[in-house]
T-cell receptor
Framework: DAKTTQPTSMDCAEGRAANLPCNHS???????VYWYRQIHSQGPQYIIH???NNETNEMASLIITEDRKSSTLILPHATLRDTAVYYC????????????FGTGTRLKVLA | DTEVTQTPKHLVMGMTNKKSLKCEQH?????MYWYKQKAKKPPELMFV???????INESVPSRFSPECPNSSLLNLHLHALQPEDSALYLC???????????????FGSGTRLTVV
């Protein structure tokens, strides 16, 4: 089973910040949180990842709570091209480490 | 080269056909993965290869047969598929995951398979 839960869908006005939450309450101490997005019918695209500290790159910022049980992906100025399904992933272990996708958040950026 | 290349991009096959999907990467990754994605659903893990050896088979029917001939190539052989097997098939690669080592995956663009 996926180790993360996310809202099913969100809307965001173009030019505004999109804040996408994720719960990962069973995360282990050395497990990273990864964010990917999938634009219609393409392969998932890496966005950002983090362990404890907040992270920022040219695409987004990642805020991880101090207890590491939840995180928020921030797209600072959403554009129409950011419309996609966003997946928050913490890997699972059953003999071997693997990524199990949760249902993700369908973000729609509105003009 | 930071890409995972999947071919073909689209495939239509009959239920009695045999076909293969191909995945290639030149990033030096030693773990490779097959996922299946139905419309409006998240990707589902099918197989994991680590150092060219099959390490996970997520109870996938035998009509799907994976093969990892070398560290850069991953194939998925298809035989006697059903219409419900129509889906987007995604390949990914990474460095092998281990305790404390999480390198993330690089995904290909997928093969859109239609079984008629």
């Amino acid at each position: 089973d996926a180790k993360t839960t996310q809202p099913t869908s969100m809307d965001c006005a173009e030019g505004r910040a999109a804040n996408l939450p994720c719960n990962h309450s069973t995360i282990s101490g050395n497990e990273y949180v990864y964010w990917y997005r999938q634009i219609h019918s393409q392969g998932p695209q890496y966005i950002i990842h983090g362990l404890k500290n907040n992270e920022t790159n040219e695409m987004a910022s990642l805020i991880i709570t101090e207890d590491r049980k939840s995180s928020t992906l921030i797209l600072p100025h959403a554009t129409l091209r950011d419309t996609a399904v966003y997946y928050c992933i913490v890997r699972a272990f059953s003999g071997t480490y693997k990524y199990i996708f949760g249902t993700g958040t369908r973000l729609k950026v509105l003009a | 080269d930071t890409e995972v290349t999947q071919t073909p991009k689209h495939l239509v096959m009959g239920m009695t056909n045999k076909k293969s999907l191909k995945c290639e990467q030149h990033m030096g990754h030693r773990a490779m993965y097959w996922y299946k994605q139905k419309a409006k659903k998240p990707p589902e893990l099918m197989f994991v290869y680590s150092y060219e050896k099959l390490s996970i088979n997520e109870s996938v029917p035998s009509r799907f047969s994976p093969e990892c001939p070398n560290s850069s190539l991953l194939n998925l052989h298809l035989h006697a598929l059903q219409p419900e097997d129509s889906a987007l098939y995604l390949c990914a690669s990474s460095q092998p995951q281990g305790r404390g080592r999480d390198y993330g995956y690089t995904f290909g663009s997928g093969t859109r398979l239609t079984v008629v």
